[in-house]
Each structure stands twice: as structure tokens, then as C-alpha cells.
């Protein structure tokens, strides 16, 4: 079981940086063969799904690292003001 949970994961890894890649790639594909990108659209569009969701991802667990960082300062600050008022 560990094991199916490991591949699904590298997996997972793989698509989204494979997502990454083609989004990347896509509008010089636009732009340099126009029939080879209409036919690519519709997984264009799949992987900007994948990347808008990861950005999410990535978004909300910065702003909890930052935010659990600033309550352990604030907390810090808090314990080493009261022991230079003692």
C-alpha cells in the first residue's frame, strides 16, 4: 500500500510539472504553429487548472508558514520583554 501511495505521489509531482512546462511552452507554440496550438488547446487549458491550483496551494501554506512565524516572534518578544521588566 505504501508503495501505490509513493507512485500516485510521483505521479501527481510529474503532472504538475509537466503542466508547469506547458504552459509555459504554449504561447510560443501559438505563435509559432498555429494548428499544432488549436489542437493543444484544450490541454492548455488543463493545465492552467493544475497550475492556478498548485499557485493556491503553494499561496496558502506561505501565508501559514509566515503567519506561524509571526505568532512564535510576537511570543518570543512577549516572553523576553517580561524577563528585562523582572
Not at 18 to 37: C, D, R
Not at 68 to 74: A, C, E, L, S, Y
Request: hydrophobic letters at 50%; proline letters at 2%; glycine letters at 2%.
Amino acid at each position: 500500500m505504501n508503495n501505490l501511495t509513493d507512485i500516485l505521489q510521483l505521479l501527481s509531482t510529474l503532472s504538475v510539472i509537466i503542466a508547469f512546462l506547458f504552459v509555459g511552452l504554449y504561447p510560443y507554440i501559438q505563435e509559432h504553429n498555429k494548428p499544432l496550438a488549436n489542437k493543444l488547446d484544450l490541454w492548455y487549458q488543463i493545465a492552467q487548472v493544475l497550475v492556478n491550483n498548485e499557485a493556491t496551494i503553494l499561496f496558502y501554506a506561505i501565508c501559514k508558514v509566515s503567519i506561524g512565524i509571526r505568532i512564535f516572534t510576537h511570543s518570543f518578544c512577549l516572553r523576553n520583554s517580561r524577563n528585562l521588566l523582572l
